[in-house]
């Protein structure tokens, strides 16, 4: 499988939804897919947390990315994951007949399962799609089921995936599994923007980031630091990238970065869940504070 152009800053992208809520605003995500490839990132990533993708139905995440990659200058990863087996497969192969260039695959959610039954599920989905695409591990505990770094190593040992993209925000689980690098090679994504600086300057291959929904200039600014040595640079942006994710930790995932794009002048479509008063001032504030700051971090990464 070849995953060699799975590197570098690929976007988690958002996912516009219709103003009647019901469905995938696909004009509105093609718009989206234009900005973030002019942008220069080195990917998009589809309908994974950020995209929320557990909003839309089979069909419909398949239609997506059907546009996405015939409108995309970038390669298109696509997240096929699902509660079972048998849609997880259907869906795979829906996305690579559409030309995805790499799929992003949770263990099975909602309810729990052991690592031995996640390891099966996993080793059944590589049996059932063989050599035809890229298959990254995407392991998100925050949401469901963690895939253990013992598992991971065991699952990468086989050769049969091309790597993960690991949202933990543990640092450690990087540090654990670079030592297999020496003897599988397998790329490593940072999935959590909190320790994508570090976990970069340790080697890793990359990022797929929420936040280079809403800003892909800082995160591209920071990954050119890191790999210049430009120690000074990386730390007052990654200082920058704080200030963000500060911002919006007081907010469900995504929240924050559909009010930020839509700030930026992208078409979000409305939140799938109310908030409720509070949170609606608490969003008023966010997105003024969001106004003032964000041509000043553009600026910044964008420099040098």
């Known amino acids: ?25 696909l004009a509105a995500a093609l718009d989206l897919i234009d900005h973030l490839c002019q942008s220069g990132v080195s990917g998009i990533a589809l309908l994974g947390a950020t995209g929320e993708f557990p909003h839309y139905n089979p069909e419909d995440r398949a239609h ?29 192969r829906e996305v690579v007949a559409h030309g995805a260039a790499a799929l992003l695959v949770m263990p099975p959610y909602f ?63 990087f540090r654990q599994m670079k030592a297999l690098r020496n003897r599988v090679p397998f790329k490593f994504l940072a999935g959590n923007d909190t320790v994508f600086a570090e976990a970069r300057s340790e080697g890793a291959d990359g990022v797929i980031s929420g936040v280079a929904c809403a800003l892909p200039e800082l995160l591209l600014g920071l990954d050119r630091a890191i790999l210049a040595g430009a120690s000074e640079r990386r730390d007052r942006l990654e200082t ?40 609606e001032q608490q969003l008023a504030g966010f997105r003024n504070w969001f106004r003032d700051w964000y041509p000043v971090a553009v600026k910044e990464a964008s420099a040098g």
């Open 1 to 25: 499988m070849n995953s060699t152009g799975i590197q570098g800053v690929n976007v988690a992208a958002l996912t516009p939804r219709r103003d009647d809520g019901r469905g995938v605003d």
């Open 64 to 92: 997506l990315v059907q546009f996405a990659v015939k409108r995309s200058s970038v390669p298109v990863i696509a997240n096929v994951s699902h509660s079972s087996l048998d849609t997880t497969v259907w869906l795979a």
């Open 111 to 173: 309810f729990r399962y052991s690592q031995e039954s996640i390891k099966e599920f996993y080793l059944r989905l590589a049996v059932a799609l063989g050599n035809t695409v890229p298959i990254l591990l995407y392991n998100v505990p925050s949401f469901t089921n963690e895939i253990s770094c013992e598992t991971a190593v065991e699952l990468l040992s086989t050769g049969l995936f091309a790597g993960i993209k690991d949202s933990s925000g543990r640092l450690d689980n």
């Open 240 to 279: 920058r990238l704080r200030e963000f994710i500060s911002r919006t930790e007081q907010f469900p995932v995504p929240v924050g970065i559909r009010e930020a794009t839509a700030v930026r002048g992208l078409e979000t479509g409305p939140a799938a869940v109310p908030l409720g008063a509070r949170a």
